[in-house]
């Protein structure tokens, strides 16, 4: 729906910038799909929306920005220069030669930590606390980590361990799926956890942890009051 309210602004030299949970939106990444010039980014800066209008910043982190294909050297020199922008707002950016690996870096990390927490209403820290809720949290990283292979994702990090250390960076902090079920808001289970069960279909990889996992927030999600 936002796509379609912004459709007059586009134009192929327009830089359309995708900052978001998941993967599903890299569909967008097909020149057919999109009248402009897309731009994925990815970041661990953490808020909490306390209410309308009071967001909470709930920690630093590292945004990356950068393009699924090649591109012109226009497209390349606008988003150099939107660089030094976001840096002097106080965000710490930069711009990825693969930023495939990084979003699916930051995928590893949702995979693990949104959902569980959503469904058992927990501060992300708490995942750690019992060897139950660590375990299952390894079993859908190493799921996610076994269709990121198969498809041909480079992964330069451990993503149960940097999963692990997400947990205990940011462990007072509410997960967006939490709030998103805390508000009784549509989550992100689709595009996430969804996302991977999608292509692990595809690849004829098995992943029942999070085909359990998105079940359960899909029946949570159809129980929110009316």
């Given at each position: 729906?936002?796509?379609?309210?912004?459709?007059?602004?586009?134009?192929?030299?327009?830089?359309?910038?995708?900052?978001?949970?998941?993967?599903?939106?890299?569909?967008?990444?097909?020149a057919e799909q999109l009248p402009a010039?897309?731009?994925?980014?990815?970041?661990?800066?953490?808020?909490?929306?306390?209410?309308?209008?009071?967001?909470?910043?709930?920690?630093?982190?590292?945004?990356?920005?950068?393009?699924?294909?090649?591109?012109?050297?226009?497209?390349?020199?606008?988003?150099?220069?939107?660089?030094?922008?976001?840096?002097?707002?106080?965000?710490?950016?930069?711009?990825?030669?693969?930023?495939?690996?990084?979003?699916?870096?930051?995928?590893?990390?949702?995979?693990?930590?949104?959902?569980?927490?959503?469904?058992?209403?927990?501060?992300?820290?708490?995942?750690?606390?019992?060897?139950?809720?660590?375990?299952?949290?390894?079993?859908l990283v190493q799921e996610t980590e076994?269709?990121?292979?198969?498809?041909?994702?480079?992964?330069?990090?451990?993503?149960?361990?940097?999963?692990?250390?997400?947990?205990?960076?940011?462990?007072?902090?509410?997960?967006?799926?939490?709030?998103?079920?805390?508000?009784?808001?549509?989550?992100?289970i689709a595009a996430i956890n969804g996302?991977?069960?999608?292509?692990?279909?595809?690849?004829?990889?098995?992943?029942?942890?999070?085909?359990?996992?998105?079940?359960?927030?899909?029946?949570?999600?159809?129980?929110?009051?009316?």
């Open positions: 729906r936002s796509l379609d309210f912004i459709q007059p602004l586009l134009t192929p030299h327009t830089l359309l910038i995708f900052l978001q949970n998941g993967i599903s939106h890299l569909r967008y990444n097909n010039t897309p731009v994925f980014a990815t970041s661990s800066e953490g808020a909490t929306r306390l209410g309308a209008g009071h967001i909470r910043h709930a920690g630093s982190g590292h945004t990356y920005l950068g393009f699924l294909r090649p591109q012109d050297n226009g497209a390349t020199t606008k988003l150099e220069q939107l660089l030094p922008i976001l840096q002097n707002s106080g965000l710490a950016s930069s711009l990825s030669n693969d930023i495939q690996a990084n979003l699916w870096a930051k995928l590893f990390v949702n995979v693990g930590i949104n959902g569980l927490t959503a469904i058992h209403n927990l501060k992300n820290g708490q995942l750690l606390h019992s060897s139950e809720m660590r375990d299952r949290l390894s079993r076994q269709v990121a292979r198969a498809a041909g994702i480079a992964i330069h990090d451990d993503p149960i361990q940097l999963t692990f250390e997400v947990c205990r960076r940011t462990a007072q902090n509410i997960s967006s799926m939490l709030q998103d079920v805390r508000n009784h808001r549509p989550t992100e996302a991977v069960s999608q292509i692990g279909k595809e690849l004829q990889i098995p992943t029942p942890e999070n085909d359990a996992l998105i079940a359960r927030v899909l029946e949570i999600e159809a129980n929110y009051p009316n």
